[in-house]
C-alpha cells in the first residue's frame, strides 16, 4: 500500500488548512448576509452578530415579498435567462462555427470587425437611441435580442470549435455528403457541452443580474425583471424611512410589521439573499463541467 | 451520448418556445400605471376635465390612480392624470437624459428644486415659462399669493420661473421654529456627569479637552474603553461644526464670504488649518474616534449604539437616544417632559453649545430654506397648460394641503374642531395610512396620500394642527435647533449654496475633483504623526488642489458668478424673521400649533 512520506503529510495538511481558509474567507460574508437578513435591523445595529440571527425575524423578507409583482418579475427573470441565454449560446455558436471555418470568404475582415466592435463601443445614448428605433423600449424583447450575439463568447467558441473539432472528422462527413448545417449540429455542439455549460452559466448569471435594462429600457412595471424590482424596494424602504425622520412621528404604534426589524441595512441584506439563492442553485448542476469548460480554447496546439 | 443530446436539446428548445409565447406576446399590454379606466371615464364625463401625464423620476413606488385620495385630489383639481411614470431608483440624470433622447417629455415633470437638471432642461427649451401665473392674482391666486422672494429664489438664469414649487413657508418672515437642523456638540449626560463637569464646563476649547481627557480612560459596561470624541458617521460628516468653531463655513462646496463681497473657499482660511492642527492633536492623544478617517456609516452607528462615546460634533440625527427608550423598556412616544420626570435614562444624550475661541465668531453651518423642496415644471409642448396651472393652484390651499396630508375626513385619519385639524392617530399610523408595508409607502402611494404634496403644495406651517407631544428622542433634535439659533450657527441658507453651477464650467467639471482631494487629505491631516508632517501634508493638499484641483479655475469662474447673482433679484434677498411658530416639543399634553 502506497504510503504519504511525512514531507508530503505536512504538504497536505498546510494544503488543506490553506484552502480551507480561503474557502472561509469566500464563504463567511455570504453566511454573514443570510444571519443579517433574518435578524432584527435595529438590533443588528448594535453589532456583535457573526453565527446565527440574535433576535430572529421574517419581516425582511415579508416586506420585500409582500407586493404581488415580485412573482410576475420573478417569471420575468426566469424567461429572460432561458430564452436570453439559449439563444445567446445559439447565435454566438453558429457564428463563431462560421468563423472557424478556414474556407469562410472574408474571415478575417470580419473578425477584424467584431474586435474592433467588442473594444469600442458608442455608449449609452446612441444604444438607446437604436432600441427606441427598433421598438424595442418597454418591450421585452429588450432583454434578449441586444445579447443575443456576444462576441466575447464567439471568440471563446470559435478557439475551441478549431482546437477540439478534429479537421479529418469534418472532412469525412463532408466526403459522406453531411452539409455545414448537419456537421454544426451532428459534431459541433454534441462535442462542445462542457464549453456551452461554462458560457452558458456565465450568460445566465449576467441575464440574472442585469437590473439595468429593465431599469432604463422598461417602464412598465409588469415587465420588470427581478432585480430591477428590488432595486425600486431599496429605494422605496430609504425613502420611506427618511419621510418618518423628517416628519417627526411618534412611534408606528399600529404596524403591520414590526418596525424594529426593518431598516434598511436588514432590507438590503435579504434583497442580496433572495436574489443571489435562485442562481446559486444552478451552479453544482453545471460544476462538472465548469472547470473543463473555461479552461477549453486557452491551450493551443 | 448523442441521443441524450439530441433529447436535452428538444427540451431546451420546449421550454424556450413556450417561454416566449407565454412572456413576450404581453409586452404593451398591461401597463399598471395609466389608468386606462379613468380614461374612459373622463371621456364619458365632464368636457372640462383636462388629462396629462407626469413624471417624478425621483418615486419609486408605483402609483395607483384608482387610490381613494387620489381620485379625490383629481376631481378637486380638475386635472386628470393619465399616467404617472416613476423612476427606477437609479442616477436621475441619466433617467431623464434617455427620456429627452427619446423624445418621450410628459406634460409634466417633478424633480428636487436645486436640482441641477432644472437648468439643462431650461436650455433645451423642453419648459414652458410660469412668470404669469405668479403675477395673476384674479385667475390664481393662491400661486399669486406665493412670496416673491420665493419664486425669485428659483428663477432661472434667463430670469424666468420654470417651475411650481412646493413645501415652501407660507409666510416667510414666520417660519416654522423647527427646520430639520439638529447638528452641533451632543455631549453624553451621564459621562459628564461622572467627569465631575457641568455643559457650563465646555463652553470653551480648554475646558472641552478637559472632559474628553477626563473621560478617556474609562469603561462602557461591557469593559470596552469609552472613545471620547466622534466626527460622526462616513466622510468627516461632522467636520462642519468643528470648522464652525474655527469661524469657517463649510457647508455646500465651502465658499466663505469676506468683507469685499468676494468668496474664497474654505482651505484658503486660516481657521482650516488651525481647525485641522486642533483635531490633529486630538487624534494624536487618543481623544478622537481612531476610525473617524475610514470607517463606514454601519460602524459608526454601531458604536453610537453601544454608547461608546462621550462627545459627538455631528449632525445629530444619529444619536442614540431612541435606542434607550426601547432598551429601558419605556414608552416610545413618551414626552420629554415625562422622561425628565422619570429621569433620564443612562447614556442620554443631549445638545449642547459649541465651545468657543476666544475672537473668533462660530460660523454658520445650520440653514434655513423656506423656498421649498421641490417643483414641478411643465412641457413647452402641453396642450392646455391654463388648465393644469389652475389645478395647481389649488393645489396650494390648506383645504389641498390637508387632503393630501390626512385625506378625506371620511376616512377617519382627522376630523376638525374649532378650526383646527384634529388627527386620529389610530387610523393616521393604521394600516391604511403610515401604518402598511414598506414603511407606509405602500399605502401612500394605493390610497394617494402625501406624495401628492410633492406635485405641489405649501408648507404646512400656518395651518391650525393639534399636535401630540414630541417623543422625547425627537424634542432632543429640535433642542439642538434651538441651541443652533442662540448661538448663532443657524440662518438662511447662504448664497454660495443656493448658486446652480454652470453646465460645463470649471465648477461643475472641478467640484467631484476636488472632493475627492479633499476626502483624501483630510484623512492625511487627521493622520499626521508630528507637526512637521503636518506642514507637509497640508502643503500638498494645498498643491493638489491647484494642480489637480484646478481651484484656480474654479474660484475665479465662482467669483464672477456669484457676483453676478447678488445683482439679481435673488441675490438681494433677504429675510428678517419676525416669529417662529412653535411646536409642541415640551409639553405632555396635545396642544394646538400653527397660529
Not at chain 1, 291 to 298: A, P
Not at chain 2, 381 to 393: C, E, H, N, S, T
Amino acid at each position: 500500500m502506497w504510503r504519504l512520506t511525512r514531507r508530503e503529510k505536512a504538504f497536505t495538511f498546510i494544503n488543506s488548512s490553506l484552502l480551507a481558509i480561503f474557502a472561509f474567507v469566500c464563504a463567511y460574508p455570504l453566511w454573514y448576509i443570510v444571519v443579517l437578513s433574518f435578524n432584527e435591523g435595529r438590533d443588528a445595529s448594535l453589532g456583535g452578530i457573526f453565527w446565527w440571527p440574535r433576535v430572529f425575524t421574517m419581516d425582511n423578507f415579508r416586506v420585500i415579498l409582500n407586493d404581488h409583482t415580485i412573482v410576475n418579475a420573478f417569471w420575468i427573470t426566469v424567461a429572460r435567462t432561458a430564452i436570453g441565454t439559449t439563444g445567446s449560446l445559439l447565435i454566438t455558436s453558429m457564428v463563431a462555427y462560421g468563423l472557424s471555418r478556414k474556407e469562410l470568404p472574408g474571415r478575417n475582415q470580419l473578425l477584424l470587425v467584431f474586435l474592433f466592435v467588442m473594444l469600442f463601443n458608442g455608449g449609452l445614448i446612441p444604444f438607446y437611441l437604436q432600441l427606441v428605433h427598433l421598438k424595442l423600449i418597454n418591450n421585452f424583447w429588450v432583454y434578449v435580442l441586444p445579447g443575443l450575439f456576444s462576441i466575447w463568447n464567439m471568440f471563446v467558441m470559435k478557439t475551441s470549435f478549431q482546437n477540439t473539432i478534429p479537421e479529418a472528422v469534418v472532412e469525412s462527413m463532408k466526403l459522406d455528403g453531411a452539409g455545414y448545417t448537419r456537421i454544426y449540429f451532428n459534431i459541433v455542439l454534441p462535442f462542445s457541452m462542457p464549453l456551452f455549460a461554462a458560457l452558458g452559466l456565465f450568460t445566465a448569471v449576467g441575464h440574472w443580474n442585469d437590473w439595468f435594462t429593465g431599469a432604463f429600457f422598461v417602464n412598465d412595471l409588469n415587465l420588470q425583471p427581478l432585480p430591477t424590482y428590488l432595486q425600486r424596494i431599496m429605494s422605496t424602504i430609504e425613502a420611506s424611512q427618511m419621510i418618518s425622520a423628517s416628519q417627526m412621528a411618534s412611534a408606528h404604534s399600529v404596524s403591520l410589521y414590526n418596525p424594529d426589524a426593518i431598516t434598511s441595512k436588514s432590507v438590503r441584506m435579504a434583497t442580496i439573499v433572495i436574489t443571489i439563492l435562485p442562481i446559486l442553485f444552478v451552479y453544482p448542476f453545471v460544476q462538472r463541467f465548469f472547470v473543463k469548460g473555461v479552461l477549453i480554447g486557452s491551450v493551443k496546439e | 451520448m448523442n441521443n441524450r443530446w439530441k433529447k436535452s436539446m428538444i427540451s431546451v428548445a420546449a421550454v424556450t418556445m413556450l417561454a416566449a409565447l407565454t412572456t413576450g406576446c404581453g409586452t404593451n399590454g398591461n401597463n399598471s400605471n395609466t389608468a386606462e379606466g379613468n380614461k374612459q371615464d373622463a371621456a364619458a364625463g365632464t368636457a372640462k376635465e383636462t388629462h396629462y401625464t407626469l413624471y417624478a423620476p425621483t418615486q419609486t413606488t408605483p402609483i395607483n390612480l384608482d387610490g381613494p385620495i387620489t381620485k379625490e385630489v383629481m376631481e378637486k383639481s380638475g386635472v386628470h392624470w393619465d399616467k404617472v411614470e416613476i423612476g427606477n431608483g437609479g442616477d436621475v440624470t441619466q433617467q431623464i437624459n434617455l427620456k429627452l433622447v427619446g423624445g418621450d417629455f410628459p406634460d409634466a415633470i417633478i424633480l428636487p428644486s436645486d436640482s441641477l437638471i432644472w437648468s439643462r432642461l431650461v436650455s433645451e427649451k423642453k419648459l414652458l415659462p410660469l412668470d404669469k401665473y405668479f403675477d395673476d392674482a384674479a385667475d390664481y391666486p393662491n400661486l399669486a399669493k406665493i412670496d416673491k422672494r420665493i419664486i425669485d429664489n428659483w428663477r432661472a438664469a434667463d430670469g424666468h420661473i420654470y417651475f411650481v414649487p412646493s413645501g415652501y413657508e407660507p409666510v416667510v418672515d414666520e417660519p416654522s421654529a423647527w427646520q430639520g437642523n439638529a447638528q452641533g456638540l451632543w455631549v453624553q449626560d451621564s459621562l459628564l456627569k461622572k467627569a465631575g463637569m457641568t455643559t457650563d464646563d465646555l463652553q470653551t476649547i480648554d475646558g472641552f479637552e478637559k472632559y474628553l481627557n477626563a473621560i478617556k480612560g474609562l469603561k462602557d459596561a461591557q469593559g470596552r474603553s469609552i472613545i471620547p470624541l466622534s466626527l460622526g458617521g462616513e466622510n468627516f460628516s461632522g467636520l462642519e461644526v468643528v470648522m464652525s468653531m474655527f469661524g469657517v463655513q463649510s457647508m455646500g462646496y465651502g465658499w466663505n464670504e469676506q468683507a469685499d463681497g468676494s468668496v474664497v473657499p474654505d482651505y484658503k482660511l486660516p481657521g482650516f488649518k488651525q481647525a485641522f492642527e486642533w483635531l490633529n492633536h486630538l487624534q494624536l492623544n487618543g481623544l478622537l474616534d481612531p476610525e473617524t478617517s475610514f470607517q463606514k456609516k454601519d460602524l459608526f452607528m454601531e458604536k453610537v449604539n453601544n454608547l461608546r462615546f462621550g462627545a459627538m460634533l455631528f449632525d445629530g440625527w444619529d444619536n442614540p437616544n431612541q435606542s434607550l427608550i426601547k432598551a429601558n423598556k419605556l414608552p416610545e412616544s413618551i414626552s420629554y417632559k415625562a422622561l425628565e420626570e422619570k429621569g433620564l435614562p443612562e447614556g442620554w444624550f443631549s445638545p449642547t453649545k459649541l465651545p468657543t475661541t476666544p475672537g473668533v465668531k462660530l460660523a454658520q453651518y445650520a440653514s434655513f430654506n423656506p423656498f421649498g423642496g421641490s417643483g414641478t415644471g411643465v412641457s413647452a409642448k402641453i396642450q392646455d397648460p391654463d388648465a393644469l396651472m389652475k389645478g395647481l393652484d389649488w393645489m396650494q390651499t390648506q383645504e389641498a394641503f390637508i387632503l393630501m396630508e390626512y385625506g378625506p375626513e371620511s376616512m377617519g385619519a382627522y376630523k376638525m374642531e374649532n378650526g383646527a385639524v384634529v388627527v386620529n392617530d389610530n387610523v393616521f399610523r393604521g394600516p391604511k395610512f403610515w401604518g402598511g408595508d414598506n414603511g407606509g409607502m405602500t399605502s401612500v402611494t394605493e390610497n394617494g396620500f402625501w406624495w401628492w404634496k410633492n406635485l405641489a403644495s405649501v408648507g404646512n406651517t400656518h395651518i391650525k394642527t393639534m399636535e401630540s407631544p414630541w417623543p422625547s428622542y425627537n424634542a432632543m433634535l429640535y433642542k439642538a435647533e434651538e441651541i443652533n439659533h442662540e448661538q448663532g450657527t443657524f440662518g438662511l441658507i447662504p448664497k454660495s449654496s443656493r448658486i446652480k453651477p454652470i453646465i460645463g464650467g470649471a465648477v461643475e467639471k472641478y467640484n467631484p475633483v476636488q472632493s475627492d482631494i479633499r476626502l483624501q487629505y483630510y484623512a492625511k491631516l487627521l493622520l499626521a504623526k508630528n507637526d512637521q508632517e503636518f506642514e507637509k501634508v497640508y502643503n500638498q493638499f494645498l498643491n493638489e488642489m491647484k494642480v489637480r484641483g484646478h481651484d484656480e479655475d474654479t474660484i475665479a469662474e465662482f467669483n464672477k458668478e456669484y457676483k453676478a447673482y447678488s445683482e439679481t433679484p435673488a441675490g438681494k434677498i433677504t429675510i428678517t424673521v419676525k416669529r417662529t411658530l412653535p411646536r409642541n416639543v415640551y409639553n405632555d399634553k396635545p396642544v394646538i400649533v400653527g397660529e
